[in-house]
């Protein structure tokens, strides 16, 4: 059988996609871009001296954006953990473990369990940043990351991604117990040699199964507390896999021709919009489903449900709408998928809050 094949995206700079892409994206390229300094206005001689004064205050300005070489290059080793990118993970995390704990679980094993799983997912990122630097050299939202460019050296960065993961493991092996640290370094593994190596590069059900990397969390914070697998973190475990391909294939619709360029076969690059979308649409019905499971199999209160339905009432709402656009013909920018994605943000921070709520009802 024939695989799918890519399509191109268009060479001419009017078809280059320049609109920013989601909050956490925006964030993590934020702390690599390279702001330049604003320069003094230079202004002539005879100027009144409010005119001086306000020059000055321009140049005063400017000169506190200059970056030294040491803040420049601490910025850039953070820039390869995607910090923002990990705020979901950790949101998956923690709320579990007031689930767990039937309320407020003890701090100083809250803190070992953030950090350490922090760690982990920073390390699979840097691994990520590594192996992806070409990709990200020819993607235009990509390209301002550290390893494109080589503002870190590959050795430097793998030794960072290694000393991360060696770090993470410990602490969570140590501080909480060794299931959870076994669970956060199988994740890091899955990363980086199942998604990053084999399947980002060859499938478009890249996001699909690449995304079992992130449905860990859930079942590391419930570890942390109990020192065992249940029922509640194997349902949370599938809300997150079932969540994370229409929340990724809206960005990909967004940036279906940067991806292109960058050779990811992404379900939207080798499929028309309409396809796309309807499999968002069945992916995001399984997930509220999902979601809804967690009710009886935990014994939930009222207000999980609640939660759940509204939030995800929405979803589904965002879903179908994104369907409709997409069989009237818009594409791109055009077909508005980034308020899917963002709201799909916010449905699974709220499912997540809800979660660690709960159990402090009476």
């Given at each position: 059988?024939?695989?799918?094949?890519?399509?191109?995206?268009?060479?001419?700079?009017?078809?280059?996609?320049t609109h920013?892409?989601?909050?956490?994206?925006?964030?993590?390229?934020a702390l690599?871009?390279?702001?330049g300094?604003?320069?003094?206005s230079?202004?002539a001689g005879?100027?009144?001296?409010?005119?001086?004064?306000?020059?000055?205050?321009?140049?005063?300005r400017?000169?506190?954006?200059v970056?030294t070489?040491?803040?420049a290059?601490?910025?850039?080793?953070v820039?390869?953990?995607?910090?923002?990118?990990?705020e979901?993970?950790l949101?998956?995390?923690?709320?579990?473990m007031?689930?767990?704990?039937?309320?407020?679980p003890?701090?100083?094993?809250?803190?070992?369990?953030?950090?350490?799983?922090f760690l982990?997912a920073a390390?699979?990122?840097?691994?990520?940043c590594?192996?992806?630097?070409?990709?990200d050299?020819?993607?235009?939202?990509?390209?301002?990351?550290?390893?494109?460019?080589?503002?870190?050296?590959?050795?430097?960065?793998l030794v960072?991604a290694?000393?991360l993961?060696?770090?993470?493991?410990?602490?969570?092996?140590l501080?909480?117990n060794?299931?959870?640290?076994g669970l956060?370094?199988a994740?890091?593994?899955?990363?980086?040699?199942?998604?990053s190596?084999?399947?980002k590069?060859?499938?478009?059900?890249?996001?699909?199964?690449?995304?079992?990397?992130?449905?860990?969390?859930?079942?590391?914070?419930?570890?942390?507390?109990?020192?065992?697998v249940?029922?509640?973190?194997?349902?949370?475990f599938?809300l997150?896999?079932?969540?994370?391909?229409?929340?990724?294939?809206?960005?990909?619709?967004?940036?279906?021709e940067?991806?292109?360029?960058g050779?990811?076969?992404?379900?939207?690059?080798?499929r028309e919009?309409p396809?796309?979308?309807?499999?968002?649409?069945?992916?995001s019905?399984?997930?509220?489903?999902?979601?809804?499971?967690?009710?009886?199999?935990?014994?939930?209160?009222?207000?999980?449900p609640?939660?759940?339905?509204v939030?995800?009432a929405?979803?589904?709402?965002?879903?179908?709408?994104?369907?409709?656009r997409?069989?009237?013909?818009?594409?791109?920018?055009?077909?508005k998928?980034?308020?899917?994605?963002?709201?799909?943000?916010t449905?699974l921070?709220l499912?997540f809050?809800a979660?660690?709520?709960?159990?402090?009802?009476?």
């Amino acid at each position: 059988m024939r695989g799918p094949v890519l399509r191109r995206a268009p060479s001419h700079p009017k078809d280059t996609v320049t609109h920013n892409t989601s909050r956490p994206l925006r964030a993590s390229e934020a702390l690599t871009a390279d702001r330049g300094v604003a320069g003094a206005s230079g202004a002539a001689g005879s100027a009144g001296s409010e005119r001086g004064e306000g020059a000055g205050r321009s140049r005063h300005r400017g000169s506190r954006k200059v970056k030294t070489p040491a803040r420049a290059k601490f910025e850039a080793y953070v820039a390869l953990t995607k910090p923002r990118v990990i705020e979901l993970l950790l949101v998956a995390t923690l709320p579990v473990m007031f689930l767990a704990s039937g309320g407020v679980p003890d701090w100083r094993l809250a803190l070992v369990t953030l950090v350490g799983g922090f760690l982990e997912a920073a390390s699979a990122n840097a691994f990520n940043c590594v192996i992806d630097a070409d990709i990200d050299e020819r993607m235009r939202r990509t390209r301002r990351r550290p390893m494109p460019r080589h503002v870190v050296a590959t050795r430097n960065a793998l030794v960072f991604a290694v000393a991360l993961g060696v770090v993470g493991a410990l602490l969570l092996g140590l501080g909480a117990n060794w299931l959870s640290a076994g669970l956060a370094v199988a994740a890091n593994l899955f990363y980086v040699f199942i998604y990053s190596l084999v399947l980002k590069r060859r499938t478009w059900q890249n996001t699909i199964w690449g995304g079992i990397a992130g449905c860990f969390p859930p079942l590391i914070g419930w570890t942390a507390v109990t020192g065992r697998v249940g029922w509640e973190p194997l349902v949370l475990f599938l809300l997150v896999f079932f969540w994370t391909p229409p929340h990724t294939w809206a960005l990909g619709l967004r940036y279906r021709e940067d991806y292109a360029a960058g050779g990811v076969p992404m379900l939207p690059v080798v499929r028309e919009a309409p396809a796309v979308c309807v499999q968002i649409l069945v992916y995001s019905v399984l997930t509220v489903a999902t979601s809804l499971v967690l009710w009886p199999v935990a014994q939930m209160n009222w207000l999980y449900p609640a939660v759940c339905a509204v939030a995800g009432a929405i979803f589904l709402w965002e879903a179908v709408q994104l369907l409709r656009r997409a069989r009237a013909g818009l594409r791109d920018a055009q077909l508005k998928p980034m308020r899917l994605f963002h709201w799909s943000n916010t449905y699974l921070s709220l499912v997540f809050l809800a979660i660690a709520v709960d159990p402090l009802l009476p």
